[in-house]
């Protein structure tokens, strides 16, 4: 029996599978939300904490930990991925001027009136507050659906990420990508 060969071919393999083990430990930790616990071990918390603590410091009442806040009241869950909250808090800020005053008003209004979920609160507010009303219906559609703004505007900031999709993520594949523009499907097809 011959001892194994070190070559440089298999030394860039044996990295590149190394490499990948770590990438999937990382995604994996990521997910299960071990990550601060992970990088707490490494050394690499203090930094992290200052970046947070700097973070929050630039949020405002209406900011995007507020709409996180919001949007777990709203929603009734308690975890939001990172890059769909970023991209709906963006989208609905740039789609509505008054986007973050409306934020810090709702978290105000359910503090002292409660109500979840979400249309009981729309319908609470629409007589009340018609504007506050909206802004719950934009922050349900940009989760649930991953649109936001209205047709012909309609931005869409996520697909397989949307809330829709978790109640039946058990049985049913998630499409890996839209077919078309948004409600591509209520348009009578031009051979018809």
């Given at each position: 029996?011959?001892?194994?060969?070190?070559?440089?071919?298999?030394?860039?393999?044996?990295?590149?599978?190394?490499?990948?083990?770590?990438?999937?430990?990382?995604?994996?930790?990521?997910?299960?939300?071990?990550?601060?616990d992970v990088a707490r071990m490494a050394g690499i918390a203090p930094a992290a904490a200052a970046a947070s603590a700097a973070a929050s410091a630039d949020n405002p009442p209406g900011g995007y930990d507020a709409f996180i806040a919001l949007s777990g009241k709203l929603t009734g869950?308690?975890?939001?991925?990172?890059?769909?909250?970023?991209?709906?808090?963006?989208?609905?800020?740039?789609?509505?001027?008054?986007?973050?005053?409306?934020?810090?008003?709702?978290?105000?209004?359910l503090a002292t009136h409660g109500g979840v979920p979400s249309d009981i609160v729309t319908q609470a507010l629409e007589a009340q507050q018609p504007q506050l009303a909206k802004t719950v219906g934009a922050i349900a559609r940009a989760w649930y659906l991953g649109l936001v703004g209205e047709m012909p505007n309609v931005q869409v900031i996520a697909f397989e990420r949307a809330l829709m999709f978790e109640p039946v993520n058990d049985i049913l594949t998630v499409p890996s990508y839209c077919r078309d523009v948004p409600f591509y499907w209520t348009r009578k097809p031009t051979n018809a």
């Open positions: 029996m011959q001892p194994c060969a070190r070559s440089p071919r298999r030394r860039a393999w044996m990295l590149g599978a190394f490499a990948s083990v770590v990438g999937l430990a990382f995604a994996s930790a990521a997910r299960i939300g071990v990550l601060p869950h308690s975890r939001f991925d990172p890059v769909h909250g970023r991209r709906a808090y963006n989208a609905l800020s740039n789609a509505d001027a008054g986007f973050a005053q409306n934020v810090a008003a709702l978290n105000a209004w």
